[in-house]
């Protein structure tokens, strides 16, 4: 019943969720990062890192270090501390933290499938997954010519399984219908997610509902700026779209003609909470659309730390920390190619 | 009598060793333009690649995913030694069918005369270029019996493929990348012919001065 879960929920969330909340205490500061940002070398960015809590991480990295090495040192963090939120979890929290790890196994299937298409070698492949995406069987994805042997032969026994339904052909596998099968493999994962959110009732229900509503709008729109000019048929591009969030079904619909930027913000500007993101930049203009889009994912990530009793928290806490990661890979990127002035067009501060 | 004679052919010689060095310094000058231009181009395209990977992730953005299979390279670079020309000739050709490498969809052929003739209208050579090789590419093809229209439409789809190994779908920073770069490799291009004729009028200098001495 919405509204009682004080009752029950530490019995079994409790403890995880005071040390979510606690590992959101150290996400970075703005202080932090004007510290970070005037930095003139990556040995400066780990000397003011190592007062924070990926100084432990960074510490035993030799000079000089690069850009990629940071960035995964960071990410080991994450990881650790997702796993230790996974060991300690019962149900069904840790169904909902299996959930979060679906994106990035995604990801890392794409990723060794094209890899292979392009004759690579599958051990680098492996060494660029992301870590939370990770399972045993994922090597043997090399040997997949087709959607429907990556099924057979890796992906059946993996949670990534039901969401091959739409995506199964015996069609080989080449850039457009890897593409595809990314998409349509995140968009059923999405609905998945969101229909487990709505089973789960409750403030996990409704603040989940919304995070997952703007993640899909989201992919939606990217999904649409991405495939202008590209062979993929309006049909094919509609298909990608989740069937929920708020721009379902009206907004897909016109975002499946558009042809150009100025047609995707005259889509979005009906939806008030799109309208002030599209309202930050000016007209034929995308390239600051990601950080707009970012900032309002921020925004709403944040404030579901502001209720207590239910599971977003620590969806938010992993989209939070992943945004740091990315707003540090960016700063490095700025320091190490001498390009401080353009700092802040990608940085999203948290705090 | 005689001293006029010579008067006029000391005069003639002194004009033509002025212009040699006219030459040496005026292709002195474009190099250095044409080098900072390459400098600020490659920065741009290491910084839009920065970008495009913050917007579309490490794991789509990254250095495994270049295709390792063997095919036909879209751009390629010729260099013309005749023995007609004095100096060689270099010439980029951009986004050839890479179904039929045989067969050039666009040029770009970036002429001395036309980048020291063009040198005082603007001090960014890369615009010159583009503006330069785009109204030839209209005169190739209308003498190949092409149309502007579909020489850009083959560009445009090399330009598409050449970008799938990072996915189908990327973003249009990731686009912008590639223009950066392609525009430093034209840059590249203008470098090689400018420093040739530079090379040429510094011996053509030097000569002149081993022979007053």
Same mark, same amino acid.
């Given at each position: 019943m919405y509204g009682f879960e004080a009752m029950t929920f530490n019995i079994h969330g409790g403890y995880l969720e005071a040390i979510v909340r606690g590992y959101r205490s150290g996400l970075l500061t703005a202080a932090d990062y004007?510290?970070?940002?005037?930095?003139?070398?990556?040995?400066?960015?780990?000397?003011?890192?190592?007062?924070?809590?990926?100084?432990?991480?960074?510490?035993?990295?030799?000079?000089?270090?690069?850009?990629?090495?940071?960035?995964?040192?960071?990410?080991?963090?994450?990881?650790?501390?997702?796993?230790?939120?996974?060991?300690?979890?019962?149900?069904?929290?840790?169904?909902?933290?299996?959930?979060?790890?679906?994106?990035?196994?995604?990801?890392?299937?794409?990723?060794?499938?094209?890899?292979?298409?392009?004759?690579?070698?599958?051990?680098?492949?492996?060494?660029?997954?992301?870590?939370?995406?990770?399972?045993?069987?994922i090597a043997t994805l090399a040997v997949a010519q087709n959607m429907r042997e990556l099924y057979r032969l890796v992906l059946v026994d993996t949670p990534l399984a039901p969401y091959f339904s739409e995506c199964i052909t015996s069609e080989d596998l080449d850039d457009m219908n890897i593409e595809i099968m990314r998409n349509t493999l995140y968009k059923a994962y999405l609905e998945d997610f969101y229909r487990f959110c709505q089973k789960l009732g409750g403030a996990t229900s409704e603040i989940m509902s919304d995070l997952l509503a703007f993640e899909a709008d989201r992919r939606a729109v990217n999904i649409t700026i991405n495939s202008i000019g590209t062979e993929l048929t309006r049909d094919d591009r509609r298909k990608l779209y989740s069937n929920f969030g708020l721009l379902y079904p009206y907004g897909h619909e016109?975002?499946?003609?558009?042809?150009?930027?100025?047609?995707?913000?005259?889509?979005?500007?009906?939806?008030?909470?799109?309208?002030?993101?599209?309202?930050?930049?000016?007209?034929?203009?995308?390239?600051?659309?990601?950080?707009?889009?970012?900032?309002?994912?921020?925004?709403?990530?944040c404030l579901a730390f502001e209720q207590q009793f239910h599971?977003?928290?620590?969806?938010?806490?992993?989209?939070?920390?992943?945004?740091?990661i990315r707003n540090l890979m960016w700063i490095s990127e700025c320091v190490a190619q001498n390009q401080k002035a353009r700092v802040h067009d990608s940085v999203v501060f948290i705090f | 009598m005689r001293s006029s004679e010579n008067g006029i052919e000391s005069s003639k010689e002194i004009s033509q060793s002025e212009e040699n060095v006219i030459n040496f310094l005026d292709s002195m000058d474009t190099y250095l333009i044409l080098v900072d231009s390459l400098s600020s181009a490659l920065r741009q395209g290491w910084f839009e690649l920065a970008s495009a990977r913050q917007s579309m992730g490490a794991s789509r953005v990254n250095s495994s995913l270049f295709d390792l299979k063997s095919h *036909?390279?879209?751009?390629?670079?010729?260099?013309?030694?005749?023995?007609?020309?004095?100096?060689? *000739?270099?010439?980029?050709?951009?986004?050839a069918s890479s179904d039929d490498p045989e067969k050039y969809s666009e040029e770009a052929k970036f002429e001395e005369d036309e980048l020291l003739r063009n040198k005082s209208d603007s001090p960014r050579p890369q615009q010159r270029g583009a503006t330069s090789h785009c109204s030839e590419y209209q005169e190739r093809s209308a003498e190949i019996g092409g149309s502007p229209v579909k020489v850009d439409n083959q560009a445009e789809k090399e330009r598409f493929k050449s970008l799938s190994m990072f996915g189908a779908l990327v973003s249009p920073k990731l686009r912008a990348t590639q223009s950066s770069f392609e525009k430093a490799l034209e840059i590249v291009v203008e470098i090689s012919n400018v420093r040739s004729s530079l090379l040429r009028s510094y011996d053509q200098v030097h000569e002149e001065l081993k022979n007053t001495k």
């Open positions: 004007n510290n970070l940002c005037q930095c003139e070398t990556l040995d400066d960015i780990k000397m003011h890192l190592s007062a924070t809590e990926y100084g432990p991480y960074l510490q035993n990295e030799p000079s000089p270090l690069h850009t990629t090495t940071i960035v995964e040192k960071c990410t080991l963090k994450l990881v650790d501390e997702y796993k230790h939120m996974l060991t300690q979890a019962t149900e069904p929290l840790s169904s909902f933290l299996e959930y979060i790890r679906y994106g990035h196994m995604i990801d890392n299937v794409v990723l060794i499938v094209t890899g292979t298409l392009h004759e690579r070698d599958v051990q680098e492949l492996l060494e660029k997954c992301h870590p939370l995406g990770m399972f045993d069987s016109e975002l499946a003609v558009c042809e150009d930027i100025d047609q995707v913000r005259g889509a979005m500007e009906k939806y008030p909470p799109y309208q002030s993101i599209f309202s930050k930049l000016s007209y034929g203009e995308s390239q600051m659309l990601d950080k707009a889009f970012y900032e309002e994912e921020v925004k709403r990530l599971y977003a928290v620590f969806f938010a806490y992993m989209r939070l920390r992943e945004q740091e | *036909h390279a879209s751009t390629t670079f010729q260099v013309d030694e005749h023995e007609d020309i004095e100096l060689p *000739h270099f010439t980029l050709c951009k986004w």
